[in-house]
């Protein structure tokens, strides 16, 4: 294998940088242990791309431009099932055609993580200007039930941070990790911190500790995760993306459906508290409050001092993490405030999750920006105004 | 021959059992399919090989042919539809002592995978690919493929086809294989033989194998029974290693050009590649 440190440069560049969330991301999966990374040019992600394909081989990895994203995303599947930790980027149209196969990589556990780096659709529509319009598809977008990982930054720095927790997620759960960025977030410089090697927690998929003439490469452990073995040691895996039984056999009938389905979403749905991430801003005396996520928080969040300063109590939820849906928090959130906005990129995706997680319990407002334009806090505030 | 005869035991074994997943046979394969064959050679070819079993990876696609890799006991990974090759891609370069086998359909690997495969034999990927090709999409009901011949019937073809077929050797040749042999399923010592020097290829070797099936392509085509197709197969084949690839399109009153079509050395595979970039990064300050 590879992964062995021989080589000069190291897999973290601790360090002060001034830089753009596209490098911090790259760097990030490469101070997380990433070894392999495929993937297709697209705007606005490509400097992820540029930048592995400087940074892997000198840390022995690999590097691998692909014909297009199928290839892209199975590729890291298939590095995965070899022993690497990999990933791939692209944005919207991408995605859209990875999401066949991040379907197979829920159905075989196999961790990898996928950045989208958002821009305006759909189609085609804005490649070089923000979008926040993917939030649907990373939870729906492949066909079948499953319980997918997002997370969401909003700044270079954790562009940097969040593709480290992408990583341990995926390789913690064995799933497909999304980290959904934004054009802004991708391509603004800011101040970026690399900490210390001691200060970097890496998590690694969880081995079998049984000879392989006992090891049923999918017979999960009391937390509902099966130790995972890759190729080369032994164990003579078997995987497939049909419906498998604790052998990874296929077994095609509703009974095997139903044990297999059942746990690979609850792996998610019974740890989400473990998983789900907010950070709560001035939320304790607020009457009103904001939900936002991305690059559109930190709008948000100038809007909470503004509005404060106008002496209306604002408070902010960011949703670090979007899927699995903090739904609870949102419901308490609910009791306590008059009327909460969500200030988003998109025609209502995330305003459409709080109003089924509020139940009614108080009045919620989108504030919808189609794509190519960010929302000032200035704009936040007057719609805020408007409803008093 | 002489005249002596053989002994016959009654046996539930088979001397590749061990190769086999258990529990997994009976296979899904019809009565005068030739998959099983073609399983069997397979076998016998990685366990002449100079690999570890370990060592060696089994991937597929979707199809009939895409099932093999599931019976096969080793690493074995059956993946999704055309995308069987940049699984691979993944899976070998992460380890070079890898030897990753890619056995899929003619649907799988030219139709929806077509694009990955051509760029897989451009930059030599190091993967050895068979396509067992059975001239239509077998697993579904016997749709018209990319390798249908003009007046072949199929379901989605009830008037006949009319689309030309892909001739399979040239374009493997054209995009850059290293190693491009085509036999028929009849054809079971150079099938075998053609396996053994494909896994022992650096870079991107591949063998087209022409397979039998009766039930979804014969039952149409005048060629109902297994046994049919394999002696259509030795009727009308001509073996000509020396052939050019532009020469060996198969229509249906072509005859069937089979041999080895290409075996070159001195090609640096994908691999080879991806640890050469790797040196020159290390080298650098």
Redesign the interface.
Known sequence: ??SKKE???PEIDTGEYFTTGNHAAAEGALSAGC??F?GYPITPSSEIAEHMS?RL??V?G???Q???E???I???????????K?MTATSGPGYSLMV??IG?GMMTETPCVIINVQRGGPSTGLPTLVGQQDIMQTKWGSHGDFEPIVLCPNSVQECYNLTIEAFNYAEQYRVPVTLLMDETLGHMSEKLVIPDESKVKRIDRKKPTVPPEEYLPYKADEDMIPPMAV????????????THDE?G??VLNAETQEKLVRRINDKIRLNKDKIIRVEEYKLDDAEIALIAFGSTARAAKGAVNKARKKGIKVGLLRLVTIWPFPDEMIAKLAKNVKKIYIPEINYGQVTREVQRAVQGKTKVEGLFLLGGAMHTPEQIVEEIEKGL | MTEEKMELKESHEHPLDEYL?E??IPHIFCPGCSLGTITNLLVEAIIESDYDP??V?V?SGIGCTGRIA?YL????????HG?A???????????PN?KVIVISGDGDLFAIGG??II?AARRNANLTVICVNNFNYGMTGGQAGPTSYPGQVQTTAPYGSQDEPFNIPDLMKTCGASYVARWTALDVRRVKEAFSEAIAKNGFSFVEVLGSCPTTFGRRNQLAEGKKILEFFRENTILNHDADTKDVLIHKDSPIIVGKFVDLDDKPS?TDN?LK??R???AKK
């Open positions: 294998m590879m080589s000069k440069f070894k392999f495929g400087f081989p000198q022995k690999h590097f691998v692909f014909e297009d199928i290839a892209s199975i590729g890291i599947i298939g590095a995965s099932w070899g022993g690497a990999s066949e196969n197979l190729a080369g040691e032994g164990y003579k895996v078997m995987v497939t993306g049909l052998r056999y296929p | 997943r529990g997994r370990k060592d990876c991937v599931g006991n080793f690493d074995s990974f059956h993946t999704t995308r090759i940049p699984f691979s891609i993944g899976l070998s370069v992460t380890n890898r694009n990955h760029h994908l991806l970039i790797q020159v990064a290390q």
